[in-house]
């Protein structure tokens, strides 16, 4: 592994477990018993599958946190399987600036563009 694709793997296990440490924060401050289950469940589940969990928890707290947390684990799967920094839409490279900006980044500048402009106009 090269010496930056170790710095941006470190930056997004970083960021990993401070999403873990964020999402359990929020659950614990909460007194709402459904709120100390969900803590109790995701206590027992390995970090991966807690997007799955959390995507039932339609939240403005837990909701983004919880994507974060899935784009950053998507990122950290890629990296395993050789397939990091190619663009989820065209498969060419995303570009350097854009991985450092957000090792998370799963598209190119291109498609981003084209990914915007398609939101701005549905």
Not at 39 to 50: E, F, S, T, V, Y
Request: proline residues 6%.
């Amino acid at each position: 592994m090269s010496i930056r694709l170790n710095q941006l793997r470190t930056r997004l296990l970083a960021e990993q477990l401070q999403l873990q440490q964020q999402i359990s924060d929020f659950l614990v401050a909460q007194a709402n018993p459904d709120y100390q289950q969900l803590l109790l469940k995701l206590q027992q589940l390995p970090l991966p599958r807690w997007p799955e969990v959390l995507v039932h928890w339609h939240t403005p707290e837990l909701r983004a946190p919880s994507q974060r947390l899935e784009a950053v684990q998507a990122a950290l799967i890629q990296m395993e399987i050789g397939l990091y920094g190619i663009c989820c839409d065209c498969e060419a490279r995303i570009e350097n600036e854009r991985l450092d900006k957000d090792p998370a980044e799963q598209r190119c500048k291109s498609c981003e563009r084209l990914s915007t402009n398609k939101a701005a106009h549905s």
